[in-house]
Structure formats: C-alpha cells, structure tokens
C-alpha cells in the first residue's frame, strides 16, 4: 500500500503542479524569478531527460509515453512482489514520475518543465516535480545498493 500511495501522490502532485505552473507562468510571459539561482521558467521537453532523444516527429511522444509505460509495468509487478519498505518507496517514487511525464506527453506531445535552477553562467535543463521523484528515487536504489554492499562486507566469511 505504501508504494501504490506514492504512485497516486506523486501522479496528482505532478499534474496538479504543471497545470497550475503552466497557468502562472503563461500569464507571467514564460518566467518568473524567484532567487537568484532559482526561478519558475516554462518549458517543454520532447525528449527524455535534458531533451536526449528530442524530436519533433508526431511518433516521438507516443513512443517515448509506451516506453515510460512499460517501465511502469515491469515496476509494478516489482511493487507488487516488494518486501522492504525502501524498494516500495523507490518504485513508488519511480513509477509516480513516469507516468506523470508519460501523460504529459500524450496530452500535449511534450513534457512540461517549470523548476530552473541556475548557478554562476551555468544553466541546468529546466525540469518538473515528475523528474524530481524519479531522480530521488534511483538515488534511493543506489543508495541502498551501496548500504547492502558495504553490509554484505561486513559480514564473516562463511566456514566450511
């Protein structure tokens, strides 16, 4: 229940947040600043992360929308079968994420992106909060990766 609860939160929250971010930002003429590394700027994303794989083909969004589907399928079978509350958290955040963006872009052909964050000339790709989920939760898979790593080291050799 745990991962099936991250899923929904993070489904509505992405969406609720790109149509609200959209509405501002339209009104705002595509950017609002807040600080003086971050702000809100409107963008659209025909690719997958940092626009790898852009295209303006009509085929490209429905394409990329089935791959994120897949992945959500292959995952969800995992969060049925999970057995720790760290890999139902991971796939929750995952999933949630993936399909967030996966219906952005059958509805409108690309992503919205509105989070900006920009350090000394350096300008990272604008990005969304289905993007943030998914993100944190591979930290989470590489993370805990690591932890059974160093546990499994841990552990006496065994005797025969």
Partial sequence: MLGLSIVFFVFALDLASKALMFSALTKAGGLINLL??????????????????SSQSDWAPWLLAAVAL???????MRLWRATTKTESIWIGLIIGGALGNAVDRLVDGAVTDFLDIHINGYHWPTFNLADVAIVIGVAIIIFDGFRNTIADRSD?????
């Fill in 36 to 53: 003086p590394f971050f702000d809100f700027r409107l963008g659209f994303n025909h690719g997958v992360s940092f626009g790898l794989l």
């Fill in 70 to 76: 897949g992945i959500s399928v292959y995952l969800s």
């Fill in 156 to 160: 006496p050799p065994a005797t025969l």
